[in-house]
């Protein structure tokens, strides 16, 4: 009896480590959705995942919209059937000049990272993991800036966002034990090679100035790991000089 494919569902997909989650993961047979604004990217990323034999399909959304999310899940599940792996790692050049160092920060810096670090994966999250502890199986992995565990006080708004993100991954994490669901956090202490705010950062700035970026590669091996072996809540990857 052939067993049904699984389905992982990367919700802030790009070029960097969207693309290489989607790409790790489907090498393990998962079929693969990826989820962000533009469709003619999506439609691109999903056939270079073809050209390795990797089923993937994009699906466009707002990931700020959250009325619209449970659109998007429903797309999703009618297309590839119930998510198995739920991967969330919005970013993007355009957190850049949001960021607000924490002496500056007011109530409304808090928006826009709260809003899509902490109330649209908490969306998600209500919509996807009944299904999953219902099977018994599932999981639920973000991947944050490492500002979330560790001070970082120039991107004042960012971190608190990441930090309560955190708290509640951490907390569910520790609520899902037992029920066959887990959830886990990659913390991201660098640039990310390929991805569009590398490209972003490298038009304006010297490279030369620059840490190496991390390997996106590696970021999703370490994805992997925390998957496949469920034996601890989270990662930290940095570069040598972070």
């Known amino acids: 009896m052939t067993a049904t494919p699984r389905t992982l569902a990367v919700f802030g997909a790009g070029p960097g480590l969207g693309r290489s989650v989607a790409r790790r993961f489907g090498q393990e047979g998962f079929r693969v959705a ?3 604004r533009t469709s003619s990217r999506l439609n691109a990323l999903a056939a270079d995942l073809a050209q390795e034999g990797i089923e993937a399909a994009g699906f466009s959304a707002d990931l700020a919209d959250l009325d619209a ?3 998007t899940i429903k797309a999703i599940t009618s297309r590839f059937g119930p998510i198995d792996v739920l991967h969330y790692a919005p970013a993007g050049p355009d957190w850049l000049p949001r960021q607000i160092p924490i002496r500056d ?5 808090l928006d826009f990272p709260l809003g899509l670090l902490l109330r649209t994966p908490v969306t998600l999250i209500r919509h996807i993991l009944p299904g999953m502890i219902e099977r018994g199986r599932g999981a639920i992995l973000f991947a944050l800036t490492a500002a979330a565990g ?3 006080p120039q991107i004042g708004n960012t971190a608190v966002a990441a930090s309560a993100a955190r ?3 951490h907390n569910l994490h520790t609520d899902l034990a037992g029920t ?3 959830a886990g956090l990659l913390q991201v202490g660098g640039m990310i090679g390929g991805s569009d705010t590398a490209a972003y950062v490298a038009e304006r700035w010297d490279p030369a100035t620059l840490p190496d970026p991390l390997d996106p590669a590696d970021l999703a091996e370490t994805c992997w790991n925390l998957y496949h072996h469920h034996n601890a809540f989270e990662a930290l990857v940095t570069t040598p000089s972070t």
Do not use: N, R
Not at 105 to 109: K, N
């Open 69 to 71: 999310l449970p659109d």
């Open 34 to 36: 990826l989820v962000a």
């Open 150 to 152: 560790s001070p970082i």
């Open 167 to 169: 708290a509640y991954l």
């Open 105 to 109: 920060m007011d109530t409304e810096a």
């Open 180 to 182: 066959g669901v887990y």
